[in-house]
T-cell receptor
Framework: DTEVTQTPKHLVMGMTNKKSLKCEQHMGHRAMYWYKQKAKKPPELMFVYSYEKLSINESVPSRFSPECPNSSLLNLHLHALQPEDSALYLC????FGPGELFFGEGSRLTVL | KNEVEQSPQNLTAQEGEFITINCSYSVGISALHWLQQHPGGGIVSLFMLSSGKKKHGRLIATINIQEKHSSLHITASHPRDSAVYICVPRGSQGNLIFGKGTKLSVKP
């Protein structure tokens, strides 16, 4: 299994809603990443988890809350988002160190 | 100056043409990734290089560490190769530095 699975593929939410994005991999990778991508721009790093611990937080607003409950699962909890947070959210994983990257298909988020 | 420069930004080719996308970077790296992103958004990792050359089907990637330069070549291009190709050096601290991407369109 060489897949990174993201759910949901599409999400529409209001500014007062609470929702979560989910990412799962079963390749034994111990580094997992959340990226945000706006249209026609490269992905921007949000968070990195290494061995289930948050190792990098790129000054992301607290309305985004990551969680890594186990080595296969990465969540991104969303609360009180703004319309400008509408974007494609990509999850990736790799072996710890300079390993090959595996990306999910992304979750396309629209905030109304 | 950006740490990663890709050229060209946009490329239109006829089916069957040989295509080259270039990537120059200014930092020390431990490896370099070439990624492909289709319009739907999903990203596929094409290559990870730390030296020399790799080939996979019609795709060839090369890297020159001394010159801080990498190229991605596509032989016998096909409309299904139409995508954005992204060069991503991995810095010596393990951080990934995304290039802005090259949008390739291959016409039948």
């Amino acid at each position: 299994d060489t897949e990174v699975t993201q759910t949901p593929k599409h999400l529409v939410m209001g500014m007062t809603n609470k929702k979560s994005l989910k990412c799962e991999q079963h390749m034994g990778h111990r580094a997992m990443y959340w990226y945000k991508q706006k249209a026609k721009k490269p992905p921007e790093l949000m968070f990195v988890y290494s061995y289930e611990k948050l190792s990098i937080n790129e000054s992301v607003p607290s309305r985004f809350s990551p969680e890594c409950p186990n080595s296969s699962l990465l969540n991104l909890h969303l609360h009180a988002l703004q319309p400008e947070d509408s974007a494609l959210y990509l999850c990736a994983s790799s072996q710890f160190g300079p390993g090959e990257l595996f990306f999910g298909e992304g979750s396309r988020l629209t905030v109304l | 100056k950006n740490e990663v420069e890709q050229s060209p930004q946009n490329l239109t080719a006829q089916e069957g043409e040989f295509i080259t996308i270039n990537c120059s970077y200014s930092v020390g790296i431990s490896a370099l990734h070439w990624l492909q992103q289709h319009p739907g958004g999903g990203i596929v990792s094409l290559f990870m290089l730390s030296s020399g050359k790799k080939k996979h089907g019609r795709l060839i990637a090369t890297i020159n560490i001394q010159e801080k330069h990498s190229s991605l070549h596509i032989t016998a291009s096909h409309p299904r190769d139409s995508a954005v190709y992204i060069c991503v050096p991995r810095g010596s601290q393990g951080n990934l530095i995304f290039g802005k991407g090259t949008k390739l369109s291959v016409k039948p």
